[in-house]
């Protein structure tokens, strides 16, 4: 399978599983009981309990840890995801790999050489990148 092929495939995939999560109960918000569910289990903060329950200071810090752990440490999580994959599944190994994308000939390839590397970038020996 070629890499086009295989491109369409998982976008097609991708596409199906985005119309099937409602159904398949992996997510989905129910509106009868305003809930978000995902993967079957009913998720929620866990401030309706707890907010007008204790007012005071430990109160507040009790639901802004609730907060952050369950809403900005996971979306932190998720967004750390895409560099580290990018970084670990790099590419381009070699700067003869530019020339499989379309577009990009022998011509094309030999202007941009100097310009590109691939891996570390060289260190600036005149001291005037600091």
Do not use: C
């Not at 890499?3 to 398949?24: D, G």
């Not at 003869?96 to 310009?115: A, R, S, T, V, Y």
């Amino acid at each position: 399978m070629n890499i086009t092929a295989y491109r369409r495939t998982t976008q097609i995939a991708f596409i199906l599983l985005v119309f099937l999560m409602p159904v398949l109960n992996i997510f989905r918000y129910d509106t009868a009981t305003k809930e978000l569910i995902i993967l079957g289990q009913v998720w929620s903060l866990g401030l309706k309990e707890t907010f007008y329950a204790d007012q005071s200071v430990r109160g507040a810090g009790h639901i802004a840890l609730q907060f952050f752990l369950k809403v900005i440490l996971p979306w932190i999580m998720f967004l750390a995801i895409f560099p580290i994959l990018g970084f670990l599944t790099g590419r381009f190994k070699k700067l003869e790999d530019l020339m499989n994308i379309q577009g990009i000939g022998e011509k094309n390839f030999l202007k941009l050489k100097p310009l590109v590397t691939v891996g570390q970038p060289k260190a600036d020996k005149s001291g005037a990148g600091l």
